[in-house]
């Protein structure tokens, strides 16, 4: 049986007919899945008429919430009369996507583009584009316990072990406390195994998916270092980071490296499909004429959301925004771990944090709980990751009073756990 409310007969109709019509492999794991008909701001309103402050943003993307009164008319600004398709030509509007898009990097390595339509697309062709550049290279370094998506070479280095024999992995700080020599050790034991031999070394600033994971700061630069010594492509898989998530616009600021690809997706175009890799020249040129082009890539609505996006981001302040209100957002969550014993962990920055629990069970008791809420009231959690954990990544323009409100919330339900 799938998944049951009691009192919420809309809802558990929807659920009960999407179980039936889709498949199971389109499914990602919730204990809630809430059937949403309208969402406005920071809040999802369900069809049963419950009211939901999002702590998700979808899944980091939605990061200028629902609804978006500033976004939504330049979005339809830019749309206009152009074609929803452009396979085979150009508009005016993905010229000036790409560009802003570029110019946003501010560093010298940012030259070129390709566009895709989702993260792992994006993944895959940052990849082809180092094996392309060097092909008598063919070691792939991936760090462990990444997330870079489910399909082709982006599944291949995603996790701890890959079906693709050429990928070799090095550690992820979690928390061990192992000082710089310990990574930079086993960098130099890969280059003394297969010197001449690395194609690109792709890692993302965070761990997300295996339960938020935040380096310090040494990390990404030693990364890049021993890149840059040795001419391996350095890939920055900024997919769920990007625009704001930590504090910047992009990560690569936040850890303070110039990866030589950036892979963009998410958040970027603030719900539209758009994913893009940004960087070297010489990299993005060395696939041949239409080797990465598809039907949807860079397409009229993701290049209107883009610049609609970065509109918003510039007029309204996001970034000022996130930087303002993340000590506050720091400081309850910290009160929140000091009340409820079952909080073994709360680990992130800027507005992308993880609530480490106990225990499975008590992670997916929060889910619930915190969607039964209070009254008509709740707050909206994925599915924990890493069995146990719970993302935290509300739209960037939460404000201190939704903030309170999505507290007050939570401990009331939660008390429900102890
Ligand atoms: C860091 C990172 N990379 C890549 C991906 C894959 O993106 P997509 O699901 O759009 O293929 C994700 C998605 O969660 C991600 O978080």
Not at 11 to 26: A, D, I, P
Not at 29 to 51: C, F, N, S
Not at 225 to 236: G, K, L, R, T, V
Request: aromatic share 12%; glycine share 10%.
């Amino acid at each position: 049986m799938g998944i049951f409310h009691f009192g919420e007969e809309k809802g558990n109709f929807y659920r009960s007919q999407w179980n039936e019509l889709v498949g199971r492999g389109q499914q990602t794991y919730t204990p809630t899945q809430i059937v949403v008909e309208r969402a406005q701001g920071v809040y999802l309103y369900t069809v049963d008429r419950r009211k939901l402050i999002d702590f998700t943003s979808g899944v980091l993307v939605s990061n200028l919430g629902y609804s978006h009164p500033l976004f939504e008319r330049k979005f339809r600004y830019y749309y206009g009369e152009l074609p929803r398709n452009t396979y085979n030509m150009i508009t005016p509007i993905q010229v000036e996507a790409s560009r802003r898009l570029i110019e946003s990097f501010g560093y010298s390595k940012a030259q070129k583009i390709l566009w895709a339509a989702s993260g792992s697309e994006g993944i895959q062709k940052a990849m082809w584009c180092a094996l392309h550049r060097y092909p008598d290279r063919f070691i792939i370094v991936a760090t462990r316990h990444g997330f870079h998506g489910k399909k082709g070479l982006a599944a291949d280095v995603t996790g701890e072990s890959s079906p693709n024999p050429n990928v070799r992995w090095i550690s992820f700080p979690m928390g061990e406390g192992y000082g710089k020599e310990y990574y930079k050790k086993e960098l130099d034991n890969l280059w003394d195994e297969y010197s001449g031999k690395v194609a690109l070394l792709i890692t993302e600033p965070y761990l997300g998916a295996k339960g938020s994971y935040h380096p310090p700061k040494w990390y990404h630069k030693l990364l890049q270092e021993w890149c840059n010594s040795h001419d391996i492509p350095f890939i920055f898989d900024e997919v769920q980071s990007c625009f704001g998530r930590t504090g910047n616009m992009y990560a690569f600021q936040t850890y303070e490296v110039e990866p030589d690809l950036v892979v963009l997706g998410k958040g970027m175009a603030n719900g539209e499909p758009a994913s893009a890799v940004v960087g070297r020249e010489d990299l993005i040129e060395s696939l041949e004429y239409g080797e990465a082009s598809d039907t949807f890539s860079g397409g009229t609505s993701a290049c209107c959301a883009v610049c609609a996006t970065m509109d918003v981001f510039e007029e309204e302040n996001i970034i000022e925004h996130v930087r303002e209100i993340t000590p506050y957002f720091q400081m309850m969550l910290s009160k929140l771990k000091e009340r409820f014993s079952f909080i073994v962990d709360v680990r992130g920055e800027g507005l992308v944090y993880g609530i480490d629990c106990v225990s499975s069970e008590i992670a997916n008791m929060c889910v619930l709980e915190a969607y039964y809420g209070v009254g008509s009231e709740g707050v909206h959690f994925l599915g924990p990751l890493a069995k146990k954990v719970l993302r935290v990544s509300p739209p960037l323009i939460i404000t201190e009073e939704e903030i309170d409100r999505a507290f007050e919330i939570l401990n009331s339900a939660w008390e429900r756990i102890e």
